[in-house]
């Protein structure tokens, strides 16, 4: 099965920005529906952002009009543009297939967003 590695994660105050970088360990250009998603302290991970092979995409509210997920087939690697970041968007970011059943799941990325 297809294996991710999330990076690009780190510290950044609030109202700051990161990429996140998902690559994949062979080709992305078949699989259809791939997402970004996130898990804070004492919470349950949840679903951030997904993207379709044709590019359309779909934003969990929290994000909307902030975060800007990507892909780019001939990399093997999926984006995540994250701008105007808040205390709330810290969590450990990961990668994988858009919907269940899931491969397994990588390290993650910390995302740490404070003054």
């Known amino acids: 099965q297809v294996q991710f590695v999330e990076s690009g994660g780190g510290l950044v105050q609030p109202g700051g920005s990161l990429r996140l970088s998902c690559t994949a360990s062979?080709?992305?250009?078949?699989?259809?529906?791939m997402g970004w998603y996130r898990q804070a302290p004492g919470k349950q991970r949840e679903l951030v952002a997904t993207i379709i092979s044709g590019g359309s995409t779909n934003y969990a509210e929290p994000v909307k009009g902030r975060f800007t997920i990507s892909r780019d087939n001939g990399k093997n690697t999926m984006y995540l543009q994250m701008n105007s970041l808040k205390p709330e968007d810290t969590a450990v970011y990961y990668c994988?297939?858009?919907?269940?059943?899931?491969?397994?799941w990588g390290q993650g990325t910390q995302v740490t967003v404070s003054a």
């Open positions: 994988n297939l858009g919907s269940s059943p899931y491969v397994d």
């Open positions: 062979r080709t992305i250009f078949s699989i259809y529906y």
